[in-house]
T-cell receptor, first 116, second 119 residues
Framework: AQKVTQAQTEISVVEKEDVTLDCVYETRDTTYYLFWYKQPPSGELVFLIRRNSFDEQNEISGRYSWNFQKSTSSFNFTITASQVVDSAVYFCALYGSSGSARQLTFGSGTQLTVLP | DTEVTQTPKHLVMGMTNKKSLKCEQHMGHRAMYWYKQKAKKPPELMFVYSYEKLSINESVPSRFSPECPNSSLLNLHLHALQPEDSALYLC??????????????????FGPGTRLTVL
């Protein structure tokens, strides 16, 4: 069975602070994909990034960056210089691609509130 | 057009009613999904359609009946629901690829959801 743990239920920061959202996963698959999605109050999930298990390069996209470390089974997400519009629930997700365990598993989510 | 639309936005129904949720996309995606999301919980995958054929049913009760009439439309027919079925129902689409064209590991585009209340 696979599992995604987002231990931070809620985080509150003041605008312009940096914030890191943690994601730890468990899977027996050797090939898998990790995702981050954002869900603003409007409700629709917005795709942020996908990483496959063979690509451990960190990625930066504007104020967003991701740190993938297979050694610790973590895929953490950092927002630099946070803004009020970053307030949302952020989900980390795992897709395991082995034949018998093709599941998409979401973590429980982290509610980020950025205060002005 | 990178939009997934869902209708209605809100739906209130009794346990004996029959209703349908609709989802539409015009991105040429051949994989479409239904998710259920309870308040303060993550989305749970219900169904996956790949090339208009049902490819994954995550043990969903038969009171939920999906339908994919063409490559742009996805419906979810509801009948004899229970109050615990009240939730946000999200539709998504993606490129179809990988095993059986399910495309689950591709970027998924989500609609705004239908908030369903069962009385």
């Amino acid at each position: 069975a696979q599992k995604v743990t987002q231990a931070q239920t809620e985080i509150s920061v003041v605008e312009k602070e940096d914030v890191t959202l943690d994601c730890v996963y468990e899977t027996r698959d050797t090939t898998y994909y990790l995702f981050w999605y954002k869900q603003p109050p409007s409700g629709e999930l917005v795709f942020l990034i996908r990483r496959n298990s063979f690509d451990e390069q960190n990625e930066i996209s504007g104020r967003y960056s991701w740190n993938f470390q297979k050694s610790t089974s973590s895929f953490n997400f950092t927002i630099t210089a946070s803004q009020v519009v970053d307030s949302a629930v952020y989900f980390c997700a795992l897709y395991g691609s082995s034949g018998s365990a093709r599941q998409l598993t979401f973590g429980s989510g982290t509610q980020l509130t950025v205060l002005p | 057009d990178t939009e997934v639309t869902q209708t209605p936005k809100h739906l209130v129904m009794g346990m004996t009613n029959k209703k349908s949720l609709k989802c539409e996309q015009h991105m040429g995606h051949r994989a479409m999904y239904w998710y259920k999301q309870k308040a303060k919980k993550p989305p749970e995958l219900m169904f996956v359609y790949s090339y208009e054929k049902l490819s994954i049913n995550e043990s969903v009760p038969s009171r939920f009946s999906p339908e994919c009439p063409n490559s742009s439309l996805l419906n979810l027919h509801l009948h004899a629901l229970q109050p615990e079925d009240s939730a946000l129902y999200l539709c998504a689409s993606s490129q179809a690829s990988g095993l059986a064209g399910q495309g689950i590991y591709n970027e998924q585009f989500f609609g705004p959801g239908t908030r369903l209340t069962v009385l």
